[in-house]
């Protein structure tokens, strides 16, 4: 997911400067000012929108969320049955101290250690699920916000640049390079919402909807490990989270997951 | 919440204020006529829209909504946890004077002390809460309204201008004048939309969601306070109402301020 | 609610007519072929849309909801009360000849009066509401519909204009003219939509809520009243229909409203 | 409501043809690549988004919806009461070759004859009635799409014009005549999205709901008649399908129209 | 549905074709930056907003969707009968090597031919619905959103083009030429959008409601097979999924089609 992100982001850079540097020197698309009034009135209008704290959540949410490496669906479900027949064999302590790669599984893992209740797992684990769907939910919401300040704001100050230009209009050479520096807040505005409010807006509710998935599988897996399932059938329940092509894949994906595990087992 | 309002306020202005400066005289950007037809229009918009009582309701929950210091989810808990802990070794009536900086509060612990049955207690506060959402509801939908009004004002404005710049146009020369004045309105109609109206009417979405919470942790407190319970599971009811992240600061936060409570217990 | 709406359509009115007046002759604004494309447009269209009993009954809605004054429900419950107490003092019989001078209501009474069934007096009743509400549904369509094809056939008549004057540009003094003209169908479809149809179709929303809640408390009181409730209970079921404000408001209405009706009792 | 539709169209067609003779020549309108363009593109892209099956059934309902004559629900329910009566004094053979003059009502009448069960009766005509529905609804998204595509092929030709114009502006005196051209495609796209597609397909809505209750009152009717109820209490039952307004008139109707049924009987 | 989807990408870019080569040289339509800064940038924003796996995803469905045909429900279901009567005549080994031209279908008769329970069946068919319909509808906001991205881009490399036509006005002959080249990229834009994307997108909400029936049609079909219904019951069942039109034709299709069926068996 991050490399699409990253790739699609490049891609359109590169375009734009491109078509850019074609039409001649790109020192007419910098203007600190329009840059400004842009960029600092889609921060103050985000500022006025939401609470301080949730902006600066966003930000991090969307940080974390295009860094931290998500899990496959498959390799975790084989990870979590390999766990289930170490415990199975060596007890539930043996999973004390097995790393895990993934903050989610192993506090659901050493929740399961401690020996809480089924329905106290349960009730932890949905909270941090619930929580982190809310948190995205919110990031997005101010994530497009975002995209419909940022061309607002490039409409002011166009709007600003117009009035300027057209109230001293006396010496008409000067009109074009005037006009040219007043489009260009529309510009930034246009850039900044397609290019990256609007699409990490939409991507932030896909990241969302894996995240879920990993960590409802997390959560099915646990529960059933804790009460001493049987692994095959953990298997088999585990199973039901993935789609018909995924399900395929995973046939093969667990034999070479799962060895590490039954080795480590 | 009130410190972000107006700080993105702030910073909208200085950059719109900033780049009207840098292009020249600020002279040009003001006209009363043009002001008068948008935000007039707009007010007159919003008076045909809504019932007069409504639109001055709004002004003032917007005005509160801005100005009271909204009670923190932590503190709160734990200053119920408080009050249950001296009703348990004083009795309730210990409570009668007791003073929470808190309206909605301070009612439901009037209620309790007036010895009213738990159905009128949870029936009474529920209506203040439905009124104060469907209040903030109401006011939003006015914000949201204006927010459409004064930009379709500032597009009627600008094209009452450039009919009249276009009917008369001997003398080229003010052409350019009279187009910048006919565009003022636009500007106008932008700014009051994407400064104001649009972001307020957001917060206050914010905000109400803020104050559900609050008033949800009172009337649940107040009424497991009311019927005796245990100041311990009190706590841990209310603690159902925060975010993980919140749980985790709460238990410093509770510390600190519970001990006043205690102390005065 | 009428005064709000006279006076938000003054107002705007006052604002543009007096914009227009500064700018010179008011002549240059008025143009009968523009108004009959941009007002006969809109007809036009608002008959292909819906049938025609339709739309001759929203203008009947429209003008009944602006002019008729709807009754507070505060000194309404208060009157219920006063009739209760005169029907268990001198029976049914006696609330007659009453005037309430609301129509709902007295339709409500004279039913109770004829001694229908509890059943019977309800699916009426509930009948008559429904047929309010859908009614002003409908109406609100029809006024949004308006709201939309007024500005769409202001931009027709603009491009029509247009096309006129960019096909015989031969004397270029005419063309400041001809484009003011064009111009203006786009100005009257943004006055229609936003001074008129728009607001009034929000203001419609808002009068079929208050009308709802006028015509719940007699639905209500005069089924408790025809089986004889005790008029304190009355009292108190037909005050959970109040806001919290109105109900503090109502203790001191009440005394005052009731007073004649116990007189007259 | 045929009679609306149609005074719809002429009164628009009228008025925008008036306000294009009065600029001069008609002839400056017409531009037969222009159309082509804006209808042949709008044709496309619906053929594009449909499958062909139901872009031509949707020109089979429209048509349809716009030349049979709705039945109105008043007669239709005495024209049932009536039949009622006619089966209980000579039985329901007598209804055999009885003539309503409403396909659905006579295929109603002829499951009844022929003497199927209430369930199969019911679910048939149902059928037939979500049959309609779907057909009506899918047609409307159709109309729904051609007046989103519509503009959009008008600004497109535009484009085509604008470019074609710019890139050879060697003689000034053709700019104008030239972007006349062009701007006809956008007029043309607006008149077929706002006289035409959009309008059709609310009105397609309003027919759906209006057959929607006469299918209604037959197929409740044709139940109870072939169940061999009172055909005052059919009355009764049918009278639930009408607005209180339309209960008035029925009463009048009734007699009226009744009475050949009855005389018939 | 291909044929229609064929034939209105064919009509729209004929259309655009001759209007184009009307208006003289159609080499004036051809810029490669253009075309790459609106496809390149659509292409961008659709990698950031989605993962890269969906986006090859979505290709691969548009592609499957418009070149593989569909089986019509008639047909479909005669076939299904057909199979029934053989499996009821020769036992279910019978339909082991049966070849049915739809993967589906031949997928459905295998688990029954394998001896899986009717829960199993069931479960696994349902699963594989799910799918196609999940995998269908993320195509669709994939086209949409690209129906988005694309004017988006349209409109950014039209400003970029007029801010460096503005920034150097010197020569008045060129800005003619300048100004077809910026206004480009808007064109190709909106083309992108209105003539692939969108369509694409509702086709693809067609085609899957299309396939839903199908699918819905075999596994309701096999489950009654699998179970030794009756051939003619198993007709009834499936006639359901038909709508009135359909089910009249099907009498005629069902008997040319079940013949072959009837006499392989």
Chains 1, 2, 3, 4, 5 share one sequence.
Do not use: W
């Amino acid at each position: 997911m991050d490399l699409a992100t990253v790739a699609g982001i490049v891609l359109c850079s590169i375009l734009i400067l491109a078509s850019i540097l074609m039409g001649g020197s790109p020192i007419i698309f910098v203007n600190i000012p329009s840059m400004l009034i842009v960029v600092g009135g889609t921060i103050g209008a985000t500022l006025i929108r939401n609470p301080l704290a949730e902006v600066i959540g966003t930000a991090k949410i969307v940080a974390k969320a295009f860094t931290i490496k998500l899990i496959e669906p498959a390799p975790l479900i084989a990870r979590i049955v390999g766990f289930s027949r170490k415990a199975r064999k060596e007890g539930m302590l043996a999973l004390e101290n097995v790393d895990c790669g993934y903050d989610f599984l192993q506090k659901a893992i050493s929740l399961a250690v401690d020996g809480l209740e089924q329905e106290e797992i349960k009730s932890i684990l949905s909270n941090d699920l619930q929580g982190m769907v809310s948190r995205h939910k919110r990031g997005r919401k101010i994530l497009e916000g975002m995209g419909a300040a940022a061309p607002a704001f490039g409409m002011i100050g166009t709007l600003i640049g117009l009035v300027q230009m057209l109230a001293s209009m006396d010496d008409p050479s000067t009109i074009g390079p005037s006009m040219a520096v007043a489009l260009l807040t529309t510009l930034y505005g246009a850039l900044i919402a397609n290019i990256i409010c609007l699409p990490l807006a939409d991507k932030l509710k896909v990241r969302s909807r894996e995240e879920v998935m990993s960590m409802s599988i997390c959560l099915e897996g646990i529960l059933c490990l804790s009460q001493g399932d049987n692994p095959n059938s953990i298997d088999q329940k585990l199973k039901a989270f993935l789609s018909p092509t995924a399900r395929a894949q995973k046939v093969e994906e667990k034999r070479l997951a799962a060895e590490p595990e039954e080795q480590a087992a």
